[in-house]
């Protein structure tokens, strides 16, 4: 009667864990003598936009995303909010909990407060969202969201086919990520968004709106 070696028995296993340990024996002696590895130096700049060129930055680099960019102050904010909600034809609009109430003091739509309970289908049949940010870096057209109470859970920054972000200038806009990074939590639930959402298949064409909004619009807010 003839046997069969099973190919993942103990003898295997204990060929390859001895491969292993000679590989790394041999790393081992022939680094002994090498000089410890010097002191990593963080001196470099971390950007190379000037304060003065980042808000304009940021309005390009988002527009070349495909978001749409306003730039308005607080007293006419309100304002501005009403009409690119009635441009949208928004009946519904949902609002973070620590959204400014003057924001949509001027705005027609009907308020949908973001509820626990609420359905990832009753949020879809939300017409659109207005939340505020974190931060927004000008390098990359990135608006960053970490969850807090004028930007809401992340759901719904991704489910609504509108998104409206507001954005405070200058003191909520940064010239790179390496100055965004200090100023976010990576304990918060943190959502980075370049344009509206868009995804392309292996023949390059283009759909909007399947992880996303298929529509954002930024609103910087400069007084």
Known sequence: MSSTADPTGSTGLTGLTGSRERILARIRAAVADAPDAPEVTRDYLDTHT????????????????????????????????????????SRTV??????????????????????????????????????GCAVAIAETGTIVLDGSPDQGRRRISLVPDHHICVVRVPEQVVASVPQAMPRLDPTRPLTWISGPSATSDIELDRVEGVHGPRTLEVVLVED
């Open 50 to 89: 000037p304060d003065t060129a980042m808000v304009d930055l940021l309005a390009e680099n988002l527009a070349d995303y495909r978001a749409l960019v306003h730039r308005t102050d607080s007293a006419t904010l309100p304002d501005l909010l009403m009409r690119l909600l009635a441009e949208h034809g």
């Open 94 to 131: 949902l609002v973070p909990p620590g959204l400014p109430p003057g924001w949509l003091a001027a705005a027609d739509p009907t308020r949908i407060h973001d509820r626990e309970a609420s359905t990832a289908r009753e949020l879809d049949e939300v017409d659109s969202v207005v939340t």
